[in-house]
């Protein structure tokens, strides 16, 4: 059995001057949220023994906030493909996790993680309704898959078990209202 859970990156700041989207930091709503959902998975005593991330400075803050509520994490392996990648070059990158590892927290952005989901979740399949109407920065999607290895990870052959959105913790962390 293998344990997959999705993070995307918690809301980043397009105030900031930077030139390049890679360098975009997380803006003060998103630094609350990535630290309250770190908080919430120490809670539900989720455990993860391998952890692959994009580079994007958005992502590795998310992280830091994250570790900040959750606490120790596994070393991150940084992947260049994760970067907006789409779907089908994250699940190149689940097939390629450690056999060894049997549950993995993969972070990145979307709208890929989001595909991700629904191409590995059976339509009908828990919260996949949710995920199919928004899967907003900073929210949390875990997936169980009957395999032994990684490689064996296929379209339609997991189990969504929790999705969970930042607004569902703390309703100031929903969307903005303008």
């Known amino acids: 059995m293998k344990t997959l859970t999705l993070l995307r990156h918690a809301k980043s700041s397009w105030d900031d001057a930077v030139q390049r989207d890679f360098d975009r930091p997380l803006n003060a709503k998103g630094r609350r949220a990535a630290a309250s959902m770190g908080r919430h998975l120490r809670g539900e005593a989720m455990a993860f023994d391998h952890l692959v991330a994009s580079p994007a400075v958005r992502v590795g803050e998310t992280l830091d906030g994250f570790s900040s509520g959750y606490g120790r994490l596994?070393?991150?392996?940084?992947?260049?493909?994760?970067?907006?990648?789409?779907?089908?070059?994250?699940?190149?990158?689940?097939?390629?996790?450690?056999?060894?590892?049997?549950?993995?927290?993969?972070?990145?952005?979307n709208p890929g993680l989001e595909d991700l989901v629904l191409m590995l979740v059976p339509a009908g399949g828990g919260s996949r309704g949710a995920v199919e109407e928004k899967y907003p920065t900073a929210s949390v999607a875990e997936m169980l898959f009957a395999v032994e290895d990684w490689a064996d990870v296929r379209a339609g052959g997991g189990e969504l078990v929790r999705f969970v959105r930042p607004r569902d913790l703390d309703p100031t962390l929903g969307p903005d209202e303008d």
């Open 74 to 109: 596994p070393d991150a392996v940084e992947d260049r493909r994760i970067y907006l990648a789409s779907a089908a070059t994250l699940l190149e990158v689940v097939h390629g996790l450690p056999t060894a590892a049997s549950r993995a927290l993969l972070v990145g952005h």
